[in-house]
């Protein structure tokens, strides 16, 4: 895989495109029928998010993500992980979530996780599974104390629109954040990834184009290259 350092990263979307000047990272649903075209500004990760964990049976995980990475199809796994406010059974969820970490080691591929209230689970099964692989908690928007929980336990932090957000706390201590362990995304919102940079430029001192080429580093050291 190319990655031109001077693009833009939007690490995690769903529906969203690039722009010329843009690598958009894709999170596709893994109970549905994928059809994942080469493009070589758009790349693929899939999971079963824990919204639909009762959708698909533990077969039919790991057979549907063993074809997708032994097709090259995806660059990671998930995104999946745990959700205490919505979704089916947080048991079930965490089961889910166990095939995912065995399909990722299996495949020495990055883990994208969803995590909503789940802070502690997460750790505790990072710690219990003893997983190699990086995990990444998206769209981020924890406390201070959370956030550098997770990255002290190897996680990097993808993160979006809260980091404009004068509501947010993650706005107020974002420049604090070590610029390796960290992704600018869009998930599913209709923004501009190129504002984000701009404001994450601006609150880190460093220059868009330097921002550019260390997300760019970061995504490397994620897929191992």
Not at 178 to 206: C, H, Q, S, W
Request: proline share 3%.
């Amino acid at each position: 895989m190319t990655f031109d350092e001077n693009f833009y990263l939007n690490f995690h979307a769903h529906q969203q495109m690039p722009a010329e000047d843009e690598f958009v990272i894709q999170s596709k649903f893994l109970q549905e029928d994928l059809i994942i075209n080469n493009n070589d500004r758009i790349f693929f990760t899939s999971g079963l998010h824990p919204w639909h964990a009762d959708l698909l049976k533990e077969a039919e995980i790991k057979y549907k993500l063993d074809e997708l990475v032994r097709s090259k199809s995806i660059i990671a796994i998930g995104e999946t992980g745990i959700d205490k406010l919505k979704g089916p059974d947080i048991d079930l969820q965490t089961n889910v979530f166990k095939y995912h970490i065995e399909i990722a080691d299996k495949y020495n591929l990055p883990l994208i996780i969803h995590s909503v209230k789940a802070h502690n689970e997460i750790l505790k099964l990072k710690k219990e599974t003893k997983s190699k692989v990086p995990w990444v908690i998206h769209h981020f928007n924890g406390s201070k104390q959370m956030a550098f929980d997770f990255i002290d336990h190897g996680f990097y932090l993808s993160v979006s629109h809260h980091i404009k957000s004068k509501s947010s706390k993650l706005s107020d201590y974002f420049c604090d954040l070590p610029i390796e362990k960290i992704f600018l995304e869009t998930d599913d919102f209709r923004i501009d990834i190129k504002n984000l940079y701009e404001i994450a430029a601006l609150k880190m001192g460093v220059s868009i184009n330097a921002l550019k080429k260390q997300l760019m580093k970061n995504l490397k050291s994620l897929l191992n290259e």
